[in-house]
């Protein structure tokens, strides 16, 4: 039995006359315009969490920024002062591993979200374990690190996760 072979509107992959869904790219070239249309708006989905996920991951990478200059603003101040030199140098570390993340989120987000988030947690664990009594200066500051953060983590997911769907889709373009 020999089949037509046809091209695909959306992927231009040869496809069976006998296809309802192109094997390559899913789209329902023999299909009806409602599955059609399904399809598109399943592309369009992707495309608007994908654009959530960017707006969250640049959240998070303005708060590293913000934790940087923070930190590299203090080491500086703690840098002139004779008894806190060792802390200004520890500061200005913090403030090139935060710059550093902001660099890694923008390759690998999850990662580079996580690495940040735990170099964070560490930091204030360090001062906790110095002065257990500063656990709660500014708790307040603290949740809503921890909260974007924790968007973040999410949004670097959900990045990962549909912008592979849409480069598969594209890629088989």
Excluded at 66 to 94: E, K
Excluded at 125 to 151: E, H, Q, R
Aim: include cysteine; aromatic fraction near 12%.
């Amino acid at each position: 039995m020999e089949y037509n072979q046809n091209q695909c509107s959306h992927c231009n992959e040869s496809i069976s006359s006998e296809d309802v869904f192109c094997p390559n790219c899913g789209y329902p070239e023999n299909g009806d315009q409602k599955e059609k249309d399904k399809f598109e708006y399943r592309i369009e989905l992707r495309k608007n969490v994908l654009n959530d996920a960017k707006k969250k991951l640049k959240n998070v990478k303005i708060l590293l920024w913000v934790l940087a200059a923070i930190n590299l603003v203090l080491g500086i101040i703690f840098l002139m002062q004779d008894l806190t030199f060792y802390d200004g140098i520890g500061l200005i570390i913090s403030a090139i591993v935060f710059s550093a993340c902001v660099f890694w989120v923008n390759k690998q987000p999850l990662t580079g979200i996580l690495a940040a988030f735990i170099f964070w947690l560490l930091l204030q664990l360090s001062v906790v374990f110095t002065d257990p009594a500063l656990l709660l200066n500014g708790i307040i500051l603290k949740l809503v690190f921890i909260g974007i953060f924790v968007k973040g983590i999410s949004s670097a997911k959900d990045y990962n996760e549909y912008s592979q769907k849409l480069q598969t889709i594209n890629a088989r373009n």
